[in-house]
């Protein structure tokens, strides 16, 4: 039995998968509206596989709904660790200190 991907595909693949049932159309159906193969929706709302933009806009607009609210909420911890917990803006802080350190270190 296959694994699930990360915690935020578990969500999204919840979100899709309640909305689907909520409409009452099969996954049959929904890959034929979203033009992608019911298999892979089923993979997703396992959580097994987490979807491309691509696939996540055709899903969501196929089930009429606005695709970012299918990732509202979703951050990168629910994706597993990782070895950059640095912001953009915290990266570049520490660049530019960094960068003064050498130059008053001349």
């Known amino acids: 039995m296959p694994t699930y991907h990360s915690a935020a595909a ?3 693949g919840r979100r ?3 909305t689907r049932q ?4 099969s996954l049959e159906d929904l ?3 979203a033009e992608v193969n019911w298999t892979t929706i089923g993979k997703i709302e396992r959580g097994v596989s987490s979807p491309t933009v691509e696939t996540l806009v055709r899903i969501a607009s196929a089930l009429e709904i ?3 609210s299918l990732v509202t909420g979703v ?3 629910l994706y597993g ?3 950059h917990r640095l912001t953009a803006r915290e990266f570049i802080r520490a660049r530019t200190t960094a960068g003064r350190g050498r ?4």
Request: proline content about 0%.
């Open 75 to 77: 951050t990168s911890e």
């Open 103 to 106: 130059r008053t270190g001349s």
């Open 31 to 33: 890959g034929e509206l």
């Open 16 to 18: 899709i998968r309640s």
């Open 22 to 25: 909520e409409l009452g159309i």
């Open 10 to 12: 578990q969500e999204i």
């Open 81 to 83: 660790s990782s070895a």
């Open 66 to 68: 606005d695709a970012g």
